[in-house]
């Protein structure tokens, strides 16, 4: 056996690093290829620790992304992400990764998927192929390249960098998971058809939860619903077997009323990326994972999301969509405890510290749409060349 050398670019966007291929220097046939893929992450890992890959062992840093051009007139490039589970044989391409969606157009710049300016703005075209929607990429462009370093920080990444602003036009689900699958009648954007519902779990009781499809599906609780307060990190959360298991359950039977999983069982097995479960409080002083302290006057809301079962280091892309989303409309739990100001933006609190989003709404009867989610961030290339994998 010798080992196979496919071209490979290592990636951060966000607050998350991935493995970024172009798709026809992968195996077409989906087992074939999800199986290489997990190997170059180095998974699964028994021990959990990514040793033997290129995986950080971690939600955040064991991700992939295949990219080609796009066959669409109004898209440059389509991007599919996969999340490979750390411990067992899984590529959950559920879903979007909202951190990484900023590292896709660098990449295809650099790529030559498409050309941008010498100097200037690149705007990027992306079809998000997990989820069937729209992102607009801002690139920044020097000298004919993608500017990559620059003075914006970004709580959660170390460094500063270039900053990318990101537009994901119209984020709500309008497929699976839509009003048909869930037996609701509040379209795509509320696939029950409440802003609200009540959850009524086994062990854990009732759990009053907004259920939305913005960026990704996901389920937004009361930090209180799950004994918790907030301000907390991960240390706090994610070595409490008791806390992360009534979590999982939240999640998975929101995942049986969004009409995405049949069964609980079947979510937490089968289903693990997407939706994910976030929770929310009140405005209130914490010392971030960094030891900077964010004072409660500085933020709106309090928002703390799982990630593959963990507490997330700090906020996925996608769950910033859907807080934006439901700041932005009345009658959902984040709306409650802070919403959107008069420009549609929300400033929410997170674990490594703060992040401000916006969103554009529009009503058309009883139903509520999202038109559109601003946010920045930043991405850079960490390493480019090829990876090694065994092979026949």
């Not at 050398?5 to 798709?23: D, E, H, N, W």
């Not at 008791?242 to 609980?264: C, Y």
Request: glycine share 14%.
């Amino acid at each position: 056996m010798k080992q196979l050398r496919i071209p490979a670019v290592y990636m951060r966007g966000g607050t998350s690093k991935g493995v970024f291929f172009l798709a026809h220097d992968l195996p077409a046939d989906p087992t074939e290829r999800d199986r290489l893929l997990m190997r170059v992450i180095g998974s699964p890992d028994r021990y959990g620790k990514h040793t033997d890959g290129m995986g950080g062992a971690t939600s955040s840093t064991s991700k992939v992304v295949i990219l080609a051009k796009s066959t669409r007139p109004d898209c440059d490039v389509d991007y599919l992400f996969g999340q490979v589970a750390i411990d067992r044989p899984l590529v959950d391409w559920s879903g979007n990764c909202g951190n990484l969606s900023a590292a896709v157009g660098p990449f295809a710049l650099g790529a030559g998927l498409l050309e941008g300016p010498a100097d200037g703005e690149a705007v990027v075209r992306i079809w998000q192929a997990n989820i069937s929607k729209k992102i607009i990429a801002h690139v920044p462009m020097r000298g004919g390249e993608v500017q990559e370093l620059g003075d914006f920080e970004l709580d959660g990444v170390a460094f500063p960098a270039a900053e990318v602003k990101l537009e994901f036009l119209d984020p709500a689900d309008d497929g699976e998971g839509g009003e048909a699958a869930a037996g609701g009648g509040g379209g795509a954007t509320f696939p029950t058809g409440n802003h609200i519902d009540v959850l009524d779990i086994a062990g854990v009781g009732k759990v009053e939860a907004t259920l939305i499809n913005a960026g990704n599906p996901t389920v937004f609780v009361d930090a209180a619903s799950l004994g918790l307060k907030g301000t907390e990190l991960q240390g706090d959360v994610n070595g409490d077997k008791a806390v992360l298991a009534r979590a999982e359950a939240v999640r998975a039977l929101g995942t049986v009323m969004m009409g995405i999983a049949s069964t609980p069982e079947e979510a937490t097995a089968r289903r693990p990326h997407t939706p994910k479960l976030a929770y929310v409080a009140r405005p209130a002083g914490y010392i971030a994972s960094d030891g900077r302290a964010v004072a409660a006057g500085s933020i709106d809301i309090l928002v703390r999301i799982f990630s593959m079962g963990v507490l997330h280091h700090a906020m996925t892309g996608t769950g910033a969509v859907a807080i934006a989303a439901a700041a932005a409309i009345p009658g959902t739990l984040v709306h409650r405890v802070a919403p959107a100001g008069p420009d549609g933006r929300v400033r929410f609190g997170h674990p490594s510290g703060a992040l401000r989003v916006g969103a554009e709404v529009r009503r058309h009867g009883e139903h509520w749409q999202v038109g559109k989610v601003m946010m920045s961030r930043s991405a850079r290339r960490l390493m480019e060349g090829w990876v090694r994998v065994p092979g026949g």
